[in-house]
C-alpha cells in the first residue's frame, strides 16, 4: 500500500472547509439539548409523578435507541407522515440540516439531562438544611445553592458529553449534509484512497477535540477556583 | 531444499488443486433493482446477477456474492474483500486508473427524473443543458456516480445534494427535499416511474450519454494486474452476446435489450 502524502495536503484544506457546519451543528444542538436537559431535569426532579414518569420515558427511549436510528427516522420516517409535510414544522424537516440539529439536541438533551441529576444528587444535604435554616425558599436554594455546586459537578461529565456530540455530528454525512465526513466520504469516492483521506480526518477531529478538552477544562478550573484541592 | 520441494509436490498432489474450484467473489449493491438486488425471499437477482451466472458457467468458476455500497465498491475490490464487480459500473478513464474493466456488457446513460407538468426548459434542442435553468433546483445525486462527474463538468454552479443509494434519492425526490435527481432512465422507469409513487414525476431531460463521462459502457471490473483473468472475461461475455444470451437477460426486466450487438463483433 502507497501512502499518498501530497493527496492529503491537498485534501485536508477540503476537508475543513466542512468545518464551519460541523461547528454550527455541535453549537446549535449543545445549546438546543442543554435547554431540553434542564426542563427534563427540573420534571425529573420536581417530585410530581406525572412530570417525572415523561421525562423518565424519554430518557429511556433517547438512551435506548443508536443516534444512527433517530436521525434516520427523523430525515426518512418523519416525511412519510403528511401531517409533518403539511405542518408549519415542514421547513425544518426538510432541512437536513434541521433534521440533524434535531436528532442531535433529542439525543444529547436525554444524556445531559442525567448528568445534571447527578450533579444535583451530589449536592450536600447539610448546604442544604444549612439554606433552611437562613430562611431560604426552595427556590432560592435550588437557584442559589444546588445550581452553583451541581454544575461544578457535572461539569467534567458534561464536557465527555460535548466532546462525543462533536463525533456524533459525523453522523450528519448520512444525510446529505457536507461537513467535514461528509466531504471526506465524496473525496474517498472519487479518488479511492480511503486511507490517507480518513486518517487526515481522524486527526482533524483529534485536534479539535484537543482544543474542546482545553476550553472545558479552562471553565472547570474557572468555577472550581476556591475549591482547588491539593492533587 | 530439494527435499522440501518434493515434501511441497506431495502435498499439492495430496490436496489436489482442480481447476473447477476456482471460486470468484462478486461485489454488488444488492439494492440496486432490476440489475442486482434481494427478492422478498432473499434471492440475489437481476440483470447484473444474470450476467455474473452466465460468464462463471462459461469460463467455469463457483461464484460467490459479496454486498457492497456502491461507494465503498473499488476501494473493497482493491482491499481484496472481493474478485470482480459486476454491479452496473461504467468503464470510465478515472476509474481505470485504479481498475480494469471487461469489455462491456451494457450500454450507459443518465437522464434526469422531475415533477410532471413542469416545462422547466432544462436543456436546449441539441440536448445540452442550459445553466441559467438550474439554478435554484436543488438536484439528488448518487455520491461519487458518472452523474456526480457529469454535473461538476457541465453544471459546476447547480445545488448538487449527494447520496449513498439511490433509494434515498426517490424518498426525497417525493418528499420534496430535492427538485430533480439525476439517474439510470431504465431503472427510473421500473423502479419509479412505472409505479404508484411515481405517477406526477416524469423524465425532464433526454438521455445523456456523452461517452467521456458515461463510459462506452458498464463492465465487470477487477483488479489491476490479471490479463488472463480479463481475455477469459471478455471472450465469455462475447459469447453471451453472440448466443444471444444477453438480450434474453434484458428482456426478463425490459421490453429491449440494453446491449449494443457490435460488441459481440471481432
Known amino acids: 500500500m502507497s501512502f499518498d502524502l501530497s493527496l492529503i495536503v491537498e485534501t485536508v484544506p477540503k476537508m475543513l472547509a466542512g468545518v464551519g457546519l460541523t461547528f454550527q451543528l455541535l453549537g446549535l444542538s449543545a445549546f438546543l439539548g442543554l435547554i431540553l436537559a434542564i426542563v427534563l431535569l427540573l420534571m425529573r426532579i420536581s417530585g410530581k409523578w406525572y412530570l417525572d414518569w415523561p421525562a423518565q420515558l424519554y430518557i429511556y427511549v433517547f438512551r435506548g435507541t443508536p443516534i444512527l436510528v433517530q436521525i434516520f427516522i427523523i430525515y426518512y420516517g418523519f416525511p412519510q407522515l403528511e401531517f409533518i409535510r403539511e405542518s408549519v414544522l415542514w421547513p425544518i424537516f426538510r432541512d437536513p440540516f434541521g433534521c440533524a440539529v434535531v436528532a442531535l439536541s433529542l439525543n444529547t438533551g436525554a444524556y445531559v439531562s442525567e448528568i445534571l441529576r447527578g450533579g444535583v444528587l451530589g449536592v450536600d444535604r447539610g448546604v442544604l438544611e444549612a439554606g433552611e435554616a437562613l430562611g431560604l425558599s426552595t427556590t432560592q436554594r435550588f437557584i442559589y445553592l444546588t445550581t452553583p455546586i451541581a454544575t461544578r459537578l457535572a461539569l467534567p461529565a458534561y464536557g465527555n458529553d460535548i466532546i462525543s456530540l462533536l463525533k456524533s455530528t459525523a453522523l450528519a454525512s448520512t444525510i446529505t449534509l457536507m461537513d467535514m465526513t461528509g466531504i471526506a466520504r465524496t473525496i474517498v469516492a472519487q479518488t479511492y484512497a480511503p486511507y490517507e483521506i480518513f486518517i487526515s480526518l481522524a486527526i482533524i477531529y483529534m485536534i479539535l477535540t484537543f482544543f474542546l478538552q482545553k476550553f472545558i477544562s479552562l471553565i472547570e478550573a474557572y468555577l472550581g477556583r476556591y475549591t482547588k484541592r491539593e492533587s | ?266
Open chain 2, 1 to 266: 531444499m530439494k527435499s522440501l520441494t518434493k515434501l511441497i509436490c506431495a502435498a499439492m498432489f495430496v490436496i489436489g488443486v482442480p481447476a473447477s474450484a476456482e471460486t470468484l467473489r462478486v461485489g454488488m449493491e444488492c439494492t440496486y433493482a432490476p440489475f442486482n438486488y434481494r427478492t422478498s425471499s432473499g434471492d440475489l437477482v437481476g440483470y447484473d446477477v444474470d450476467v455474473a451466472k452466465g460468464v462463471a458457467e462459461i469460463i467455469g468458476a463457483d461464484l460467490e456474492f459479496v454486498c457492497q455500497q456502491w461507494d465503498g465498491m473499488i476501494p473493497a475490490l482493491l482491499a481484496n474483500k472481493f474478485d470482480l464487480i459486476v454491479a452496473s459500473m461504467s468503464i470510465t478513464e478515472s476509474r481505470l486508473e485504479k481498475i480494469d474493466f471487461s469489455s462491456p456488457y451494457r450500454d450507459s446513460v443518465g437522464r434526469l427524473v422531475g415533477k410532471s407538468g413542469q416545462d422547466m426548459n432544462l436543456f436546449d434542442p441539441s440536448g445540452n443543458p442550459i445553466p441559467e435553468n438550474f439554478s435554484g433546483l436543488r438536484i439528488g445525486l448518487e455520491r461519487a456516480s458518472t452523474y456526480e462527474s457529469w454535473f461538476n463538468a457541465k453544471l459546476p454552479n447547480a445545488n448538487v445534494v449527494l447520496y449513498d443509494g439511490s433509494e434515498p434519492l426517490y424518498l426525497d425526490l417525493v418528499n420534496g427535499r430535492v427538485d430533480a435527481i439525476m439517474t439510470n432512465p431504465m431503472k427510473a422507469h421500473l423502479r419509479f416511474l412505472a409505479k404508484e409513487e411515481g405517477s406526477g414525476f416524469e423524465f425532464i431531460s433526454p438521455a445523456i450519454s456523452e461517452v467521456e463521462f458515461f463510459g462506452i459502457g458498464v463492465g465487470i471490473g477487477l483488479r489491476q494486474g490479471q490479463p488472463e483473468l480479463k481475455a477469459r472475461l471478455d471472450s465469455a461475455i462475447k459469447k453471451l452476446i453472440n448466443t444471444g444470451k444477453l438480450t434474453e437477460y434484458a428482456l426478463k426486466y425490459f421490453p429491449f435489450p440494453i446491449h449494443n450487438e457490435e460488441w459481440g463483433d471481432g
